[in-house]
């Protein structure tokens, strides 16, 4: 099977269902149909912005998934912009356009325009092409578009895939014709940029011939610390005078059906305990649903805080863009996500000297599954073990503490896959 059979079969089969299975699903769940709907006038808006580009620079492209590929690259664009590019970057989702919407977040200084990625059809990849004229595109972890990088290799512009992750089951090297698949999308890389050695080791099982294939680290590391540098810690007296802070940060569902009866246990048996919840979808009958839980103790919403919430025992964040700042205050934190996709980042709070606990579902995370090896993380996998968790974490606040120092050690030990991926992003480009 070669690269002319997949890109046929792409476009001919594979594409169509994929856009029926997306249109059939934007009936019933609002993001995807909003996502669908923000795509609108995006060839005016990307117009627009191109026509100011200076033509004197050359442009890299980079593309991300959502917003946590997009604090992922934000180093790395700003030293390309440093180095004397000039940068797009496109997104997939619509939690990205909620994040850099969010007037919260800094923006990056001298980048010409973020914009959602049209759909992959072989017609809005050329004109994109044609309309954006790349000196290098740039994809971001694991969201590789098909037609996109094709024309792009069609074109000679020159590709590179960093932060590479392929997780231990995917579909990409654990069979047959994934393998062939990505084969070839992979051979029309000029760069390939891993996490890990085991992730270079799965990439070169579909393409054991390639050859620019390096491991370069988790630049998330590098954006999670300059981040931190200048993040807004929101005023909470309550949290300042709590001797210990739990947050449940972006959390679903399945997540706060494991985790919410043993919190609240806690809430009832150390009245020093200030419980921060932060849904992964903030959606008003998300929120609905968490207050009833919640109904015998005094709960306020972040956007109508007081000035001095001092009665409060349970913090519900529910808007966007905040929950960063927040770790600040915490002792413990469990990060949502592992009980359905994968976890989702714990680099964040890690980097807040906060003890970290997940899900099962965590092997997209290369920090969760070093982090857990280490034992400065912790995997559970249903409520008893959850409940334990918590609970020995109360009793052993000192050793709580020092678990989340190490955490921080580790996070910051792990600095430095920028400086290694920039100058190879800046070489041929004109």
Not at 146 to 157: G, H, Q, T, V
């Amino acid at each position: 099977m070669n690269s002319r059979f997949w890109y046929i079969s792409y476009n001919l089969f594979i594409l169509p269902i994929f856009f029926g299975i997306v249109k059939f699903l934007a009936l019933f769940k609002p993001d995807i149909r909003e996502g669908i709907e923000k795509r609108y006038n995006l060839w005016e808006r990307l117009e627009e912005k191109v026509s100011k580009r200076n033509w004197q620079k050359p442009l890299i492209w980079f593309h991300v998934a959502s917003a946590g590929e997009f604090l992922q690259a934000k180093p790395v664009v700003e030293r390309c912009i440093l180095r004397g590019a000039e940068c797009l970057l496109t997104y997939s989702s619509i939690n990205a356009f909620r994040w850099i919407e969010n007037e919260k977040q800094q923006k990056i200084n001298g980048l010409l325009t973020t914009e959602f990625i049209p759909f992959d059809s072989i017609w809005n990849a050329r004109r994109l092409i044609g309309l954006i004229q790349p000196s290098r595109l740039v994809w971001i972890s694991y969201d590789l578009w098909p037609n996109l990088i094709w024309e792009a290799y069609f074109k000679n512009i020159p590709q590179s895939l960093i932060s590479a992750i392929v997780h231990k089951n995917s579909l990409r090297t654990n069979s047959f014709l994934g393998r062939s698949f990505y084969k070839s999308i992979y051979s029309c890389l000029e760069h390939i940029l891993t996490v890990s050695e085991a992730d270079s080791m799965r990439i070169l099982s579909a393409i054991p011939e390639f050859k620019k294939i390096k491991v370069m680290g988790e630049i998330r590391c590098d954006s999670v610390i300059e981040r931190r540098k200048n993040l807004e810690i929101p005023k909470l007296n309550q949290a300042k005078k709590a001797e210990f802070v739990f947050i449940a940060a972006s959390t679903w569902p399945k997540d706060e059906k494991c985790i919410f009866p043993s919190l609240k246990e806690a809430l009832k048996k150390f009245p020093e305990m200030f419980l921060i919840i932060a849904p992964h979808e903030p959606t008003e009958k998300h929120l609905n649903n968490t207050e009833i839980f919640f109904d015998e103790f005094k709960i306020q919403r972040f956007s109508s805080m007081p000035p001095d919430p001092s009665r409060n025992r349970i913090l519900l964040i529910d808007s966007v863009g905040v929950l960063a700042g927040l770790y600040f205050y915490a002792n413990m934190v469990y990060v949502g996500g592992a009980f359905t996709t994968g976890v989702h980042n714990i680099l964040e709070p890690a980097s807040m000297k906060a003890k970290i606990a997940f899900g099962p579902k965590y092997s997209n995370s290369i920090a969760a599954i070093e982090m857990v090896n280490q034992k400065i993380a912790f995997s559970i996998e249903n409520s008893e073990k959850f409940n334990k968790l918590l609970f020995d974490s109360l009793a052993k606040r000192e050793l709580c503490i020092d678990l989340g120092k190490k955490a921080c050690i580790f996070v910051e030990n792990q600095v430095g896959a920028t400086d290694l991926c920039v100058p190879l992003l800046m070489e041929n480009i004109s």
